[in-house]
């Protein structure tokens, strides 16, 4: 039913897909979260991940629609994901992913149904800018994932893009979960490495679009960038190993030290 102003509210449109909802927050309470704000009044079942080192409130949340899944400490964004599998065994849909500062759009779940009976897809990408142009998807080139200037770019080999926003037929989790030897970054590329092997189909979400903010580009604050490299390090290394081959160790290694070199010292600079 539509408002005076014509406006029809997100939780009133009927849809024949199940959506459901995952992210993840960390040290945060929700009512500072850009996703949750803008999904929790959309009618579409959400499960929070709560990686939190300290007690944020949020437990005051749960509701109907609404599950707080506390992982008792930072465990990571694979674990996390997860834990939100196990809760939602059974049931049937796409579990859509949203990184806790993406603002989802009232028209994401209608336009994302349209999308998925167009294309018929496994997983769904929507288009998501940053302040430099596309963001996802993005094509991937061994181990190297690049923005693309147009999406025509994209093929069924080279596709790929990030967790935010990103919709998955649940039938798809029957058999694989996340590895959880990955903490934070690549975890995306590599699922989608992972489905091509399986042969799923990875279709981008043209008419879906998102805006989001990329913390791994930011050397404002040069010890931050320092404790995130870290982690970049590690979960890029092991991306790099599983893909295999020596080239691939090649190309992750310099990559590494151009991320490196950009922190401590042109970060450095930048930061005088």
Do not use: W
């Amino acid at each position: 039913m539509e408002g005076a102003d014509g406006f029809c509210p997100l939780k009133e449109i009927i849809m024949s897909i199940r959506f459901f909802a995952v992210t993840v927050i960390y040290n945060r309470s929700l009512r500072d979260s850009i996703s949750f704000s803008t999904l929790k009044d959309t009618g579409v079942e959400i499960f929070v991940c709560d990686n939190s080192t300290k007690d944020m409130g949020n437990t005051a949340f749960e509701g109907e629609n609404v599950h707080i899944l506390s992982m008792g400490g930072n465990v990571g964004l694979s674990k996390a994901y997860n834990r939100a599998l196990d809760a939602l065994a059974g049931k049937n849909g796409y579990v859509c992913l949203f990184d806790d500062d993406t603002a989802v759009p009232a028209d994401y779940f209608s336009l994302m149904e349209k999308e998925i009976e167009k294309t018929g897809a496994d997983i769904l990408l929507p288009t998501v800018f940053d302040g430099r142009g596309y963001m996802s998807p993005c094509k991937i080139n061994g181990v190297v994932a690049s923005a693309v200037s147009s999406l025509d770019e994209l093929t069924a080999e080279n596709i790929s893009g990030i967790n935010s926003g990103m919709a998955v037929n649940l039938e798809v989790f029957g058999n694989y979960r996340y590895d959880e030897n990955y903490f934070l970054d690549f975890i995306d590329h590599k699922f989608l490495s992972d489905m091509k092997k399986q042969n799923r189909k990875i279709s981008s979400a043209r008419s879906v679009e998102l805006k989001q903010s990329f913390s791994a580009n930011d050397f404002g604050d040069v010890g931050a960038a320092r404790r995130r490299f870290s982690i970049f390090k590690k979960d890029y290394s092991l991306f790099c190993r599983q893909a295999g081959g020596l080239k691939n160790r090649i190309v992750g290694a310099l990559v590494i030290a151009k991320r490196f070199i950009n922190i401590n010292f042109i970060g450095r600079l930048r930061s005088k």
